[in-house]
Every structure is written in C-alpha cells, then in structure tokens.
Nanobody
Framework: QVQLVESGGGLAQAAGSPRLSCAAS????????TVWFRQAAGQVCVFVAG????????WYADSVKGRFTSSRDNAKNTVYLQMNSLKSEDTAVYYC???????????????????WGQGTQVTVSS
C-alpha cells in the first residue's frame, strides 16, 4: 500500500509562489505516475498537473499552464507542485494521487488512481 500526504497549503497571497509537497510512504512511488487534482468549494474535482515516474514528462491543465510546475525527487519519494502567480480561482483543496498502471491517455481521469492523499487547502487572498 502507498500512503500519500500533502503539505504546503494554507493562506497564500495573490501572485504568491507556494510549493505543495506530496510525500509517499509504504512503498516507493518511483515507478508511479503522480498527479495533482483540485476541488474548489461546490465544484467537481479537476486535474491540475501530472508527472511521469521518471519526471521526464509533465502535463498541465490549461488553467495552470505556465504558472504551475510539477517535479519529483524519487530519492525522497516526494512529488512537488510549484505554484506561481496565484489567482483567486486557484483556491481549492489540492490532492495528489498516484498509480503505476495509468496510461497517458487516461492521466487526467481521477478514477484511474488507486492512491490518494487527504488533501491540502490552498486559499488565495487578494
């Protein structure tokens, strides 16, 4: 089993640059594609960013492309989401998810992931 724990959320200033972390335990996720989803209040959970197991490929939602960057340190069993130029619409609970059997074509589908963190709230203040 894989346990994922997100951290780094909280109150952030608009145009700020917080970094979220997703630390894995129980098993190495060095062979797992890892993604970030977010869910704003009253809205559905949506894909934000993803990174391949090697870190060689990344994917982003159009809403965050050019502002957010996903990276990973497999030696630390941790994935990161660097968030830059925050906007009020980035306010949401951010979840990391991982799985070792996700195909690239299905990367943005939350049902493809067996392992999820508990989420971390990011609130952007203007």
């Amino acid at each position: 089993q894989v346990q994922l724990v997100e951290s780094g959320g909280g109150l952030a200033q608009a145009a700020g640059s917080p970094r979220l972390s997703c630390a894995a335990s129980g098993r190495t996720i060095s062979r797992y594609a890892t993604v970030w989803f977010r869910q704003a209040a009253g809205q559905v959970c949506v894909f934000v960013a993803g990174i391949s197991w090697s870190g060689g490929s990344t994917w982003y939602a159009d809403s965050v492309k050019g502002r957010f960057t996903s990276s990973r340190d497999n030696a630390k069993n941790t994935v990161y989401l660097q968030m830059n130029s925050l906007k009020s619409e980035d306010t949401a609970v951010y979840y990391c998810a991982a799985d070792d059997r996700v195909r690239v074509a299905n990367l943005r589908k939350k049902d493809e992931y067996n392992y999820w963190g508990q989420g971390t709230q990011v609130t952007v203040s203007s």
